[in-house]
T-cell receptor, first 113, second 112 residues
């Protein structure tokens, strides 16, 4: 099993550009999450999903949108990137039962100029 | 809202000694508390989970304690090795377990 994979690994955007980050998991997990990690601030939840076709806002959802059209994929979109969105983005997944343990992807490093 | 406090200063210890990391939370007592390890440039990896009705949990050289009165968890690594050098994150459940809140982590350096 590949576990949780993220695409791309690194990206540079100009202010105002858009992009989509892709997260895929092959563990048949129901729950999926998108976090951003900034120095000294820990992981902050952007959006999450408790099943295919469902999404919900986390702690810092502004400027991001998500979609969960397939159970194994969770997409994070930035419609108009801003320098404040420069961060490392992590995707995670968890079983519906025992959702307390999350499995993380390797991260996507995003730089917005 | 719930806040997690972990020592932002790095912890430096000598190989073979026991490393002790602290996690304090400020609000309601969580149903469970977790510890994750994160290496530079990688995603966090789950290590241990302890529930509110458990005082202590062990896994190999790792030990976690949970004191709901003090609102604190201690994470111990015994017989530490240079390979244990990493950032350790504390995490608590939120909203019935659908979501998890993470601390900023404590960096551990183990010197040979």
């Amino acid at each position: 099993n590949a576990g949780v994979t993220q695409t791309p690994k690194f990206r540079v955007l100009k202010t105002g550009q858009s992009m989509t980050l892709l997260c895929a998991q092959d563990m048949n997990h129901e729950y999926m999450y998108w976090y951003r990690q900034d120095p000294g601030m820990g992981l902050r939840l952007i959006h999450y999903s408790v099943g295919e076709g469902t999404t919900a806002k986390g702690e810092v959802p502004d400027g991001y949108n998500v979609s969960r059209l397939k159970k194994q994929n969770f997409l994070l979109g930035l419609e108009s990137a801003a320098p404040s969105q420069t961060s490392v983005y992590f995707c995670a997944s968890a079983l519906a039962e025992g959702a307390e343990t999350q499995y993380f992807g390797p991260g996507t490093r995003l730089l917005v100029l | 809202s719930q806040k997690i406090e972990q020592n932002s200063e790095a912890l430096n210890i000598q190989e073979g000694k026991t490393a002790t990391l602290t996690c304090n939370y400020t609000n309601y007592s969580p149903a469970y508390l977790q510890w994750y390890r994160q290496d530079p440039g990688r995603g966090p990896v789950f290590l241990l989970l302890i529930r509110e009705n458990e005082k202590e949990k062990r896994k190999e050289r790792l030990k976690v304690t949970f004191d709901t009165t003090l609102k604190q968890s201690l994470f111990h690594i015994t017989a530490s090795q240079p390979a244990d050098s990493a950032t350790y994150l504390c995490a608590l459940d939120q909203d019935g377990g659908f979501k998890t809140i993470f601390g900023a982590g404590t960096r551990l350096f183990v010197k040979a």
